[in-house]
């Protein structure tokens, strides 16, 4: 049974730091997606990744996947205030009837 | 393009009522899902369906019924609602021929008093 981990699961940062959420899953998997939530609100897709050695980049966000070691990687650089969110990542089954296996989240606030 | 419309946003229930809640996409995907996320903690998926007419259980169906009649709705029932179902539901949409992400609506906050 896959199983998803994310650390850490709080984080405070001062803004313009730099810092790395970690995303591990189980078994083997070909998409890892990364979510950010803000509070109250609904979840909002931030990057997929679908091949080993995937990275891609919006802003002061980087998200990286390494299929062989089952990891993948949320790099924040420069840390902004705006970037306060819970951050999930997500992981996709193999076989029948895929579905996304979730890991617990990052709560991650960003201080002046 | 509207993407995924739950109903409603918030509700209170007694124990014992029953409620649906709905959700509409209007994207084509194939794949739809129901979750919940209790305070601090991540998504648990209630139910999900590959499609119109097939729908699977997910972590944590009890108390919880689904049906996929067509390709744009996913309703989600509650029968004798209880205070342990008080959460925020989320009805999501992907379609797995493309492998896209999912989409998510924007959650019904339900309280059981």
Redesign the interface.
Known sequence: ELKVEQNPLFLSMQEGKNYTIYCNYSTTSD?L?W?RQDPG?????LF?L?SNGAVKQEGRLMASLDTKARLSTLHITAAVHDLSATY?C?VLTQGN????I????T?LAVNP | NAGVTQTPKFRILKIGQSMTLQCTQDMNHNYMYWYRQDPGMGLKLIYYSVGAGITDKGEVPNGYNVSRSTTEDFPLRLELAAPSQTSVYFCASSDRRRSTEAFFGQGTRLTVV
């Open positions: 998409r997606y979510y609100k609904s979840l909002e897709s997929v679908l999930f997500a009837n895929r579905r996304l979730w890991g617990l989240g709560s």
